[in-house]
Every structure is written in C-alpha cells, then in structure tokens.
T-cell receptor, first 113, second 110 residues
Framework: DTEVTQTPKHLVMGMTNKKSLKCEQH?????MYWYKQKAKKPPELMFV???????INESVPSRFSPECPNSSLLNLHLHALQPEDSALYLC????????????FGPGTRLTVT | QKEVEQNSGPLSVPEGAIASLNCTYS??????FFWYRQYSGKSPELIMS????GDKEDGRFTAQLNKASQYVSLLIRDSQPSDSATYLC??????????FGTGTRLTVIP
C-alpha cells in the first residue's frame, strides 16, 4: 500500500482566514514533504520533515506554517494568504529522507480570494 | 540550486510508436533518479526508479542512466493514448532535497 491521503480536496479561503491542510500516511515512512504546484510548472519543494523534525524550509513565507504531530501526520497551517498562493498543494512521503522515492497524495486545490 | 533539465515539449507521437523522454542533471553526486507521470489535474505518480548505469525495464517502460554523461532517459514502447501526460524527471542531489525537471508533456495520437 503506497497511499498518502490529503484533506480537504478543495479549499477556498479569503485572505484573512486561517485554515489547515492535512496529510496522512501509514506506510511507516519517516520523511514527509510539502510541495506547491502552479499550473504547467513542476512541484516546488516547500518543507521537509525527517523523523518528525523540520529538515528543510525552502524560504517559504511565514504565512505557511508546517507541523508534524507524529510520524504519520503532516499539517500545513495557512494564515493571511495572498491570491498568488492559489495552487495545488501536494504532500509526499518517502521511507527516509535523502534519495529515496517519494509517494504523493492527491493534493489540495487551494483558491485564495 | 542544482539543475534538472528536460527536453522541451510538447512531444507528440502516434499510437504504437516509441516515445523518448530525456533528462540531464548537473549534480555529479546524485545517486538516485526517478520518473513520475502526472495526468492533468492529478498528482505525480512514480513510474520508474533507477540507481545504476544501464537500462531498467518495467513493462513498456525502460529507464536508461548514464552517469558519466549525466543524463537519464525514459522510453515508452507501444505508446497508448492513456500515456498522454506530463512526465517529470526527479534527481535528488543529496540531503533531503528533491528537485524536479520542468516536465515534458507527451501526447499520443490515436
């Protein structure tokens, strides 16, 4: 089973709202990732958690706040977003960090109004 | 920034033909190489992993790796309309980084 789940599938939020994206995997993977993908562009790495510790923050604005409550869960808290933050947000997991293969969830389509 | 580049598309092939997708990378230290398929509006799906020089075959897909020349390619034999998608090459440079190429959009014409 290589399933990564993400909720919600779609989210529309205003610029003053606070919302959260959720990601879950039960494959025993120890690394989890958040990506942002705009139309016709490749996924762009945002954050990496390895063994539940934040390993990489790719200079992401503070209006995006990741959280890894345990090895199976990954959240992305959103606050005061801008319309240009509208995108597909993808979560992925891999057995470990480094050069291991990643498995992606279905994504959350976010629209900021 | 470690670069991963893919041949610019879009690429169109007739049904039953071989589709050839190429990827070059800049970090000589990279040890693992991946091909993902992404249908429009969907998330990337891992279709091939390759770690050593040479060819790796999986059904109609063959990945080829040449570390000396720093390229990795994906061949799709007997292309089907269902293969129409964007193909992303991924080359982790080390640490926990993970970089994708720009992607090549493939259209298989019935």
């Amino acid at each position: 089973d290589t399933e990564v789940t993400q909720t919600p599938k779609h989210l529309v939020m205003g610029m003053t709202n606070k919302k959260s994206l959720k990601c879950e995997q039960h494959m025993g993977h120890r690394a989890m990732y958040w990506y942002k993908q705009k139309a016709k562009k490749p996924p762009e790495l945002m954050f990496v958690y390895s063994y539940e510790k934040l390993s990489i923050n790719e200079s992401v604005p503070s209006r995006f706040s990741p959280e890894c409550p345990n090895s199976s869960l990954l959240n992305l808290h959103l606050h005061a977003l801008q319309p240009e933050d509208s995108a597909l947000y993808l979560c992925a997991s891999s057995p470990q960090g480094g050069g291991y293969e990643q498995y992606f969830g279905p994504g959350t389509r976010l629209t900021v109004t | 920034q470690k670069e991963v580049e893919q041949n610019s598309g879009p690429l169109s092939v007739p049904e039953g033909a071989i589709a050839s997708l190429n990827c070059t990378y800049s970090d000589r230290g990279s040890q693992s190489f991946f091909w993902y398929r992404q249908y429009s509006g969907k998330s990337p799906e891992l279709i091939m992993s390759i770690y050593s020089n040479g060819d790796k075959e999986d059904g109609r897909f063959t990945a080829q790796l040449n570390k000396a020349s720093q390229y990795v390619s994906l061949l799709i034999r007997d292309s089907q309309p269902s293969d129409s998608a964007t193909y992303l090459c991924a080359v982790p440079p080390g640490g926990n980084q993970f970089y994708f190429g720009t992607g090549t959009r493939l259209t298989v014409i019935p």
